[in-house]
Structures are given as C-alpha cells and as structure tokens.
C-alpha cells in the first residue's frame, strides 16, 4: 500500500491532492512492490479458498467476492487519482467482505473486510481513516447480527480483529511519515553544517587573501614600478645594452608574478581558478621571458574539467616550464602536449637543453609546488604524475582522470 503513483500503477495516489482524506505520501518503490506482491497472493489465496462456497456460479457469494477482488485488485495496480474514489474502493471492498461474511459465514471470505480495513489505515489520515473503517466495521457487524447463531462472541471477535488491522496499519503511515520527516530535517541539518563550513572557510580564505594582498602584492607591486624606473634611468644614462636587456626581463617576471599573485587572492576569495584554457598563454609567456622554443599542441577535443583538475593542469605545465629556463638555458625548445581522451586527459611537457648550457639560474615564476608538490597534487584529484631525464632533456607528464568522483569543491 504505497502512496506516490509510480508509471505502471500500484496501490498509489498523486502526491500533492489534498483535501479533507489527507495527502497521497510518496514511498519507497521496493516497500510497494513487496505490498503488491503480498496483496495479490493473498488475494489468489482467498480466491482458491473459496471455490467450495461457489455453489451456484451465479449466487451472490460469487458476485460479492468478483466484485471486492476486482476492486482490490484495482486499488493495488491502478490506484484511482481522486482520494474520494479511492476511499470508495475501499469501503466496497470491505462490504464485499461483510456480505462474504454474512452469506457464508464458513468462508474466508472476511478477510476482504481486512484487507479494506488495512489498506484504509496505511492510505489515509487517522481521522477520515477511523471513519472509513468503521463504515466497513459496521456493515461487518450487521451481517453477524443478522445471521450469526452467536452475535455476541462472534462481533467481539470481528471487532477486535479488525480494530488490531486498522491500528497496525494507521501506526505503520505514522511511522513511515515519522520516518520521512526524520529524514527531511537530517538532510536540512547536514545542508545548514556543510552552509556553516563552507562560510567559516570562506572567511578564512578571504582573511588569507587580505594578508597576502597587504604584504606580497604590495612589495611585487613596488618592484614592478621600481624595475621600470630602473630600466628608465639606464635607458637615459646609457647603459649597457645587456643590462638593460635584463632590466626588462626581470620587469616582465615582476609583472607576472604580480599577475599569479592576484590571481591567488582571486581563487581564496572564491573566483575562478586558472586552468587548460591558459596554458598557451603560459606558453607564449615562457618565449617573451626566457627565449624559450616553447611550443603547445592540442590532441583530441578538450572537454570541461573540475576546477581543481584545471588547476593541476595549469600548475604543472607552469612548473616544468619554470624549470626549463632554470635548468635547459636561453633558447632550449619545451613542447607542451594536452592529449584528450574520453576518459582523461594528458600532459606532456618535454624540453631539450641547449648544447652547452648550464640554466639561467632564474625562471619564470613557479607555481611554487614544486615536482613532489604537483605529484601530490595530483593525487587528490586522482590522477599520476611522472618526471624524469631524457635523452637529451627533461620530461614531465601528468595524467588525470576526468569526471573524478572524489573530487570536492574546491
């Protein structure tokens, strides 16, 4: 006896039709088909057991028990729409049973009025629900008075075995709605918790955020202005043309550090963090800084990435180049190769020193991980990283699973 109408029917109503009988409750469709599967054998029972009483094919017996059967097996397969209708369903079906009770007593037939009784209490609220039973109630009780030899145990017995239905059925809608409210409320609580951590971390970031503003932005920023001014009064002064070569590189590193940094304030205080689609850019930047032979290639069609995946992706690609201009030297090549699969994604960053080379010393600026720092990093979003000497270089490769269910919000 279930209460939300599934596609194919089933002792259901509409949830949401309201009215004196009480809302139709949704459940759980595993309980409705165990109630159906009950239902209907018990029925087949019944039918079974009385076959000896069906004697004549036409007498009333056989109408009254066609007729309750066939309600109750449209209660249990095609639940009327309208509450009204179904709480009429029900009460026939337990004057079916009244009058299988009446008309042979020695039959099973009663148990119709129990199924009627127990349907009426899971199905509607207790008040209407008391009512409809008793209207069964009663009809059972005028057909004992009418033909039972002893009206006075027999009723005692009917009432009370249908009084025990009918409570076990209203206890088990109240446990059930009971349940659902439990269930309800649990869900609100666990959302007002994750709401209350998700608003502490937010505070936490954003106060991070202001630190790093006020203290690193601040000094990139001076250094940024004091670089140009630098490169300014060695334009003017006539020095070397190297230093001032230089001068310029390290304006662009203060310029792109300064850019990185704000673009760390803006993922703690909750924007958009950086991700595949930047990685040209990283790319260009390395050739502007460093000379770099840097090039990016693009395998299969990119696909929507979470947010910390991206991240990983941008950072790793950030590092490897940061340690090419450190390690491989002015001019050395780095190919960056983004691989789309349906599955995953994979990054390849492999360089190859300058002959003679010895590394810069200085690199673009790094994402500040590290190898062992991207490595971990790349295991919480459930993917591997690899790093390793080549041939004639240095290779890196990320790879990372997409859609990883373990990922959280970042």
Same mark, same amino acid.
């Given at each position: 006896?279930?209460?939300?109408?599934p596609?194919?029917g089933?002792l259901?109503?509409?949830p949401?039709?309201?009215?004196?009988?009480g809302?139709a409750?949704?459940?759980d469709?595993?309980?409705?088909r165990?109630v159906?599967l009950l239902g209907?054998?018990?029925?087949?029972?019944?039918?079974i057991?009385m076959?000896?009483?069906?004697t004549?094919?036409?007498?009333?017996?056989?109408a009254?028990?066609?007729?309750?059967?066939v309600?109750?097996l449209?209660?249990?397969f095609?639940t009327?729409?309208a509450r009204?209708?179904?709480?009429l369903v029900?009460?026939a079906?337990?004057?079916?049973?009244?009058?299988?009770n009446?008309?042979?007593p020695?039959?099973?037939?009663f148990?119709?009025?129990?199924?009627?009784?127990?349907?009426?209490?899971?199905?509607?609220?207790?008040?209407p629900?008391?009512?409809?039973?008793a209207?069964?109630?009663?009809?059972?009780?005028?057909?004992i008075?009418v033909?039972?030899a002893?009206p006075?145990t027999?009723?005692?017995? +009917?009432?009370?075995g !249908? %009084?025990?239905?009918?409570?076990v059925a209203a *206890?088990?809608r109240? =446990?059930r /709605?009971?349940?659902? #409210? +439990?269930?309800?409320? !649990? %869900?609100?609580l666990?959302a007002?918790?994750a *709401?209350?951590?998700? =608003?502490? /971390?937010?505070?936490? #970031?954003?106060?991070?955020a202001r630190?790093i503003?006020?203290?690193l932005?601040?000094?990139l920023s001076?250094?940024?202005?004091?670089?140009e001014a630098t490169?300014m009064?060695a334009e003017?002064?006539g020095?070397d043309?190297?230093?001032?070569?230089?001068?310029e590189?390290?304006h662009r590193?203060a310029?792109s550090?300064?850019a990185?940094?704000?673009r760390?304030i803006?993922?703690?205080?909750?924007?958009a963090?950086?991700?595949?689609?930047?990685?040209?850019?990283l790319v260009?930047?390395a050739?502007a800084?460093?000379?770099?032979?840097?090039?990016s290639?693009?395998?299969g069609?990119?696909?929507?990435?979470q947010?910390e995946a991206?991240?990983?992706l941008?950072r790793?690609?950030?590092?490897?180049?940061?340690?090419?201009?450190?390690?491989?030297?002015?001019g050395a090549?780095?190919t960056?190769?983004?691989r789309?699969?349906?599955?995953?994604v994979?990054?390849t960053v492999?360089?190859?020193?300058?002959?003679?080379?010895?590394?810069?010393?200085?690199g673009?600026?790094?994402?500040?991980?590290?190898l062992?720092g991207?490595?971990?990093?790349?295991e919480l979003?459930?993917?591997?990283?690899?790093?390793?000497p080549?041939?004639?270089?240095?290779r890196?490769?990320?790879?990372?699973?997409?859609?990883?269910?373990e990922?959280?919000?970042?």
């Open positions: 006896m279930t209460t939300a109408r596609p194919a089933g259901v109503g509409r949401g039709v309201t009215g004196l009988l809302p409750e949704a459940v469709p595993r309980w409705r165990r159906v209907t054998a018990s029925a087949a029972a019944v039918t057991a076959v000896p009483h069906l004549p094919w036409w007498s009333p017996v056989t009254a028990l066609g007729c309750g059967l309600l109750w449209v209660e249990l095609a009327p729409d009204v209708v179904e709480a029900l009460v079906v337990g004057v079916a049973g009244a009058v299988l009446a008309d042979a020695e039959s099973p037939g148990v119709l009025a129990y199924f009627a009784v127990a349907g009426i209490g899971i199905r509607f609220l207790p008040r629900a008391a009512v409809l039973a209207v069964v109630v009663a009809a059972v009780d005028v057909g008075a033909t039972s002893h006075g027999s009723l005692v017995t +009917s009432d009370l !249908l %009084a025990f239905v009918f409570v *206890a088990t109240s =446990a /709605a009971a349940d659902a #409210r +439990s269930r309800v409320l !649990l %869900a609100e666990e007002s918790r *709401a209350e951590e998700a =608003a502490v /971390a937010l505070a936490e #970031r954003t106060r991070l630190e503003h006020d203290i932005a601040h000094s001076g250094q940024v202005m004091s670089l490169r009064l003017r002064s020095a043309a190297r230093v001032v070569t230089e001068i590189r390290a590193l310029r550090g300064l990185d940094t704000r760390a803006g993922a703690l205080r909750g924007d963090l950086p991700g595949p689609e930047l990685i040209p850019a260009r930047e050739q800084a460093h000379g770099l032979r840097a090039t290639t693009v395998d069609d990119p696909r929507p990435v947010a991206g991240l990983c941008y790793t690609t950030q590092e490897a180049l940061t340690n090419t201009a450190k390690h491989a030297g002015r090549a780095a960056v190769t983004l789309w699969a349906e599955d995953r994979d990054l492999t360089d190859e020193r300058r002959p003679g080379a010895s590394g810069d010393g200085v673009m600026p790094s994402g500040g991980y590290g062992t991207l490595r971990e990093r790349a979003v459930g993917g591997t990283l690899h790093a390793g080549t041939a004639t270089g240095f890196v490769t990320l790879s990372l699973p997409l859609d990883h269910p990922e959280g919000p970042r």
